[in-house]
Protein backbone atom coordinates (compact mmCIF):
# COMPACT_ATOMS: atom_id res chain seq x y z
CA UNK A 1 0.00 0.00 0.00
CA UNK A 2 1.42 3.17 -0.86
CA UNK A 3 0.82 6.33 1.62
CA UNK A 4 1.36 9.95 0.54
CA UNK A 5 1.58 13.24 2.49
CA UNK A 6 1.13 16.77 0.70
CA UNK A 7 3.44 19.01 2.84
CA UNK A 8 1.69 21.91 1.40
CA UNK A 9 -1.86 21.10 2.16
CA UNK A 10 -3.40 22.72 4.72
CA UNK A 11 -4.82 19.55 6.35
CA UNK A 12 -2.26 18.34 8.86
CA UNK A 13 0.05 15.33 7.85
CA UNK A 14 -1.36 12.60 10.51
CA UNK A 15 -5.27 13.15 9.26
CA UNK A 16 -3.58 13.01 5.28
CA UNK A 17 -2.45 9.31 6.56
CA UNK A 18 -5.66 8.39 8.49
CA UNK A 19 -7.74 9.36 5.58
CA UNK A 20 -5.68 7.66 2.72
CA UNK A 21 -5.66 4.09 5.73
CA UNK A 22 -9.61 4.22 5.96
CA UNK A 23 -10.14 4.90 2.07
CA UNK A 24 -8.28 1.76 1.50
CA UNK A 25 -10.15 0.33 4.06
CA UNK A 26 -13.39 1.27 2.66
CA UNK A 27 -11.82 0.33 -1.34
CA UNK A 28 -10.53 -3.18 -0.23
CA UNK A 29 -7.42 -2.50 -0.71
CA UNK A 30 -6.36 -3.13 2.86
CA UNK A 31 -8.16 -6.63 4.91
CA UNK A 32 -8.82 -7.71 8.80
CA UNK A 33 -5.33 -8.33 9.85
CA UNK A 34 -3.29 -6.73 7.16
CA UNK A 35 -0.35 -4.97 8.73
CA UNK A 36 0.73 -0.92 8.19
CA UNK A 37 3.61 -0.01 7.75
CA UNK A 38 5.93 0.34 10.67
CA UNK A 39 6.18 3.87 12.00
CA UNK A 40 9.47 4.45 11.37
CA UNK A 41 10.06 3.06 7.99
CA UNK A 42 6.71 5.05 6.93
CA UNK A 43 8.13 8.46 8.61
CA UNK A 44 11.60 7.62 7.12
CA UNK A 45 9.54 7.00 3.12
CA UNK A 46 8.08 10.04 3.38
CA UNK A 47 10.75 12.01 5.19
CA UNK A 48 8.35 13.25 8.08
CA UNK A 49 8.26 12.84 12.06
CA UNK A 50 7.69 9.49 13.52
CA UNK A 51 5.50 10.72 15.78
CA UNK A 52 3.29 12.21 13.13
CA UNK A 53 2.95 8.59 11.83
CA UNK A 54 2.16 7.00 15.23
CA UNK A 55 -0.05 10.14 15.83
CA UNK A 56 -2.02 8.87 12.64
CA UNK A 57 -1.82 5.05 13.71
CA UNK A 58 -3.31 6.27 17.56
CA UNK A 59 -6.46 8.31 15.71
CA UNK A 60 -7.19 5.03 13.73
CA UNK A 61 -6.89 2.80 16.99
CA UNK A 62 -8.87 4.98 18.74
CA UNK A 63 -11.79 4.85 15.75
CA UNK A 64 -11.65 1.04 15.95
CA UNK A 65 -9.84 0.63 12.64
CA UNK A 66 -6.61 -0.81 13.80
CA UNK A 67 -5.49 -2.28 17.04
CA UNK A 68 -1.61 -1.21 17.94
CA UNK A 69 -0.14 -4.74 19.02
CA UNK A 70 3.63 -4.19 20.28
CA UNK A 71 5.78 -6.05 18.29
CA UNK A 72 3.43 -6.41 15.21
CA UNK A 73 2.52 -2.44 14.84
CA UNK A 74 -1.02 -1.49 13.68
CA UNK A 75 -2.91 -4.32 12.39
CA UNK A 76 -6.56 -3.30 10.86
CA UNK A 77 -9.62 -4.82 12.45
CA UNK A 78 -12.05 -6.93 11.75
CA UNK A 79 -14.57 -4.97 12.76
CA UNK A 80 -13.81 -2.47 11.39
CA UNK A 81 -13.79 -3.96 7.70
CA UNK A 82 -16.72 -5.51 8.60
CA UNK A 83 -18.09 -2.09 9.39
CA UNK A 84 -17.24 -0.07 6.32
CA UNK A 85 -18.64 -3.16 4.10
CA UNK A 86 -21.73 -2.69 5.64
CA UNK A 87 -21.46 1.19 5.57
CA UNK A 88 -20.61 0.82 1.60
CA UNK A 89 -23.27 -1.57 1.09
CA UNK A 90 -25.95 1.20 2.28
CA UNK A 91 -23.97 3.50 0.41
CA UNK A 92 -24.52 1.78 -2.48
CA UNK A 93 -28.21 1.28 -1.84
CA UNK A 94 -28.50 5.49 -1.45
CA UNK A 95 -26.87 5.88 -5.00
CA UNK A 96 -28.81 3.63 -6.49
CA UNK A 97 -32.26 5.37 -4.94
CA UNK A 98 -30.90 8.41 -5.61
CA UNK A 99 -30.31 7.77 -9.38
CA UNK A 100 -33.86 6.62 -9.37
CA UNK A 101 -34.83 9.31 -7.90
CA UNK A 102 -33.15 11.81 -10.47
CA UNK A 103 -30.92 13.73 -7.68
CA UNK A 104 -27.31 14.05 -8.67
CA UNK A 105 -24.35 12.64 -5.96
CA UNK A 106 -23.69 15.81 -5.35
CA UNK A 107 -27.29 16.78 -3.80
CA UNK A 108 -27.04 13.75 -1.92
CA UNK A 109 -23.62 14.28 -0.30
CA UNK A 110 -25.08 17.87 0.66
CA UNK A 111 -27.81 15.85 2.37
CA UNK A 112 -25.56 14.19 4.15
CA UNK A 113 -23.43 17.10 5.52
CA UNK A 114 -26.55 18.79 6.33
CA UNK A 115 -26.84 19.13 10.56
CA UNK A 116 -28.92 16.64 11.73
CA UNK A 117 -31.44 19.86 13.34
CA UNK A 118 -32.14 21.09 10.41
CA UNK A 119 -33.41 17.87 8.24
Known amino acids: MLL ?22 V ?9 LPAAR ?8 NQHTVLH ?7 EGLVELRRGRGAVITARATEQYDRLGRAIDEVRREAG ?8 VAAMIDRPE ?3
Not at 41 to 48: F, G, H, P, Q, R
Not at 56 to 62: S, T
Not at 100 to 107: E, H, V
Open 4 to 25: RVDPASARPLFEQLAAQVRVAV
Open 56 to 62: AYQVLRD
Open 27 to 35: DGALRSGER
Open 41 to 48: DLAESLEI
Open 117 to 119: ENR
Open 100 to 107: RLGLPLSA
